[in-house]
Nanobody
């Protein structure tokens, strides 16, 4: 089992920045992938960014150039630096830990961007 604890969401004005953090604990083995997904009510959860334990990254096109994902592997923590936020980034953001065949989710943190 893996437990994920997220922090860092909140309310910000358009053009502002937020940094999300997610700390994993429990049965942490490598290789693995940690990432961030987001979901708006009534829509499917979508990938925002992910990063493997080896350092490979993947970003949604909509956040490229604005969001940066990073990891501290010894601390089993993943971060999402979000810059130049727009109202379209408003969503619940969920941390994910994935190591085949298991996938774990955090409880989610709300990000609201006002125009």
């Amino acid at each position: 089992q893996v437990q994920l604890v997220e922090s860092g969401g909140g309310l910000v004005q358009a053009g502002g920045s937020l940094r999300l953090s997610c700390a994993a604990s429990g049965s942490i083995f490598v290789p693995n992938t940690m990432g961030w997904y987001r979901q708006v009510s009534g829509k499917q959860r979508e990938l925002v960014a992910s990063m493997t334990s080896g350092g490979s990254t993947n970003y949604a096109d909509s956040v490229k150039g604005r969001f940066t994902i990073s990891r501290n592997n010894p601390k089993n923590t993943v971060y999402l630096q979000m810059n130049n936020l727009t109202p379209e980034d408003t969503a619940g953001y969920y941390c994910n830990f994935d190591r085949y065949p298991n996938s774990y989710w955090g409880q989610g943190t709300q990000v609201t961007v006002s125009s």
